[in-house]
């Protein structure tokens, strides 16, 4: 089955710079891929998704890019702030066409980031 | 914006009893999952359910585990006779149709301490 590996667990970064997280995937037909942000306590809220026809799609400071020759995707955080603190979960999912059936999401380990001040 | 609600928010149960966990669907939504965090770990599927039945489930939804959607609104996680390794926070989430059955939008979760 799918497995997606997230790296790095644990990232600091100070604030105003940029953060990257990497994931990979291991299924080829994997070809939907969110990003989630987990508070603590909280539930997992998603910041942006990217589908497999595209290889980059950006949301104000965040962006995602994708290689899927490599089954790589990443995160990018711009210009972070106090409250980009959180973990951040990668995942992949396949989308079967006609959407005849629920379509789960396999997680990566999370990222723990932390924002300087 | 319509949210996904699980209840109770914290259930503490003895081992080897039997729980449900609720959740109440974004309303428009058809497409429903459960999953699991265990303390400090990843975010596991359990199971995902569409048209009156199950889509897919995991390896760690065995005979244990059972979903059901009594009625129009809700969709429920039982669990029986419940083992010390069940606990976790178990997510509820729903996705609707259009344009995709995605993204899965995630309830607050019910943390289950079993003691």
């Known amino acids: 089955g799918e497995n997606v590996e997230q790296h790095p667990s644990t990232l600091s970064v100070q604030e105003g710079d940029s953060a990257v997280i990497k994931c990979t995937y291991s299924?080829?037909?994997?070809?939907?891929f969110p990003w989630y942000k987990q508070e603590l306590g909280k539930r997992p809220q998603l910041i942006i998704d990217?589908?497999?026809?595209?290889g980059e799609k950006k949301d104000q400071r965040i962006a995602v890019t994708l290689n899927k020759t490599a089954k790589h995707f990443s995160l990018h955080i711009t210009e972070t702030q106090p409250e980009d603190s959180a973990v951040y979960f990668c995942?992949?999912?396949?989308?079967?066409?006609?959407?005849?059936?629920?379509?789960?999401?396999?997680f990566g380990s999370g990222t723990r980031l932390s924002i300087r001040p | 914006e319509p949210e996904v609600t699980q209840t109770p928010s914290h259930q503490v149960t003895q081992m080897g009893q039997e729980v449900i966990l609720r959740c109440v669907p974004i309303?428009?939504?058809?497409?429903f999952y459960w999953y699991r965090q265990i303390l400090g770990q990843k975010v596991e599927f359990l199971v995902s359910?569409?048209?009156?039945?199950?889509?897919?489930k995991s390896e760690i939804f065995d005979d244990q585990f059972s979903v059901e959607r009594p009625d129009g609104s809700n969709f429920t996680l039982k669990i029986r006779s419940t083992k010390l390794e069940d606990s976790a926070m178990y997510f509820c989430?729903?996705?609707?149709?259009?344009?995709?059955?995605?993204?899965?939008?995630f309830g607050d979760g019910t943390r289950l301490s079993i003691l």
């Open positions: 989430a729903s996705s609707d149709r259009a344009p995709s059955n995605q993204p899965q939008h």
């Open positions: 299924d080829s037909a994997s070809n939907y």
């Open positions: 990217i589908r497999s026809n595209v």
């Open positions: 995942a992949a999912s396949i989308l079967e066409r006609g959407y005849s059936s629920a379509s789960k999401i396999i």
């Open positions: 309303s428009n939504h058809l497409y």
């Open positions: 359910f569409y048209n009156n039945e199950i889509s897919e």
